[in-house]
């Protein structure tokens, strides 16, 4: 079994990810090396980068060509991270355009404000829901406060439904102490959903497998491991959000 990675900036050109197509390229080399072999582009959606989602699969398309080309063997989904900002904007084509997941079952990847999770962060993920989408939140344990505060704000949502993706860059020490901390505090409490790379290029590259071992350093059972690298990525492309979890804390 290998990794599936929902949350990768792939895409060149279009964000703070890879520029070139040449760039793109050798990080989705790179993701292959490390194990993975799909991989949703999930470029910034936000009004700084990518404002109109329908216009991403024919990059995706492009990008595909030149991994064929480039003898690179890696599945590209047509994906995006959502500023919750701009999700009342966008109208049910655009959202879907990113949404992954099989029919009937869609959803969206949310980032995670770094401010935290505010009222209106809550109110945009909710209108997501009410609009058919199920909700992954991006990276939770980088938000401030993440271990304390943001603890408590990441309940509202899994009550809902929400899955939280934690970065694996995080759980590696790469996003500092306090990230790190609370991604441990994310998988002790059984509040994590999945790990994800959020790859940008060779300074946040792939890192799946280094991010497996962390877990096991961590003392997360190699069940739990298994579960949040390889076997929930697969399982939210394949059927989509899992019924709500209970809660252990
Ligand atoms: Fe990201």
């Known amino acids: 079994m290998t990794y599936a990675d929902i949350h990768f900036h792939l895409l060149p050109g279009v964000d703070d990810g890879p520029e070139t197509l040449d760039d793109s390229v050798e990080l989705a080399r790179a993701a292959v090396a490390d194990g993975t072999r799909t991989v949703v582009c999930t470029p910034h959606v936000r009004t700084d980068f990518v404002t109109d ?3 991403l699969a024919e990059r995706v398309r492009e990008l595909r060509e030149a991994l064929a080309r480039a003898d690179v063997a890696l599945e590209l989904r047509c ?3 959502l500023g919750h900002d701009l999700a009342g904007t966008l109208d049910q084509p655009r959202l879907e355009a990113i949404a992954q997941g ?3 079952n869609r959803w969206l990847l949310v980032e995670a404000p770094f401010e935290g999770l505010t009222e209106e962060f809550h109110a945009a993920t909710g209108e997501l ?5 199920g909700v992954v939140i991006a990276h939770p344990e980088r938000v401030a406060y993440a271990d304390t505060k943001g603890l408590a704000d990441i309940r509202h949502e899994l009550d809902r439904g929400s899955v939280a993706q934690l970065n694996a860059q995080s759980l590696l020490g790469e996003h500092g102490a306090d990230a790190k901390r609370a991604a441990r505090a994310y998988v002790a409490l059984g509040m994590a959903g999945l790990v994800a790379s959020d790859a940008h290029g060779p300074l946040r590259p792939p890192s799946l497998g280094a991010a497996c071992s ?3 350093d961590a003392r997360a059972s190699a069940r739990m491991a ?3 690298t390889r076997e929930q990525p697969g399982r939210l492309l394949d059927a989509g959000m899992p019924a709500p979890m209970a809660l252990v804390a």
């Open 214 to 216: 962390a877990l096991l």
């Open 129 to 133: 829901r009410d609009r058919g989408f």
């Open 226 to 228: 298994w579960r949040l």
């Open 53 to 55: 989602t329908l216009e």
């Open 79 to 81: 994906g995006g991270e």
């Open 102 to 104: 099989p029919a009937g």
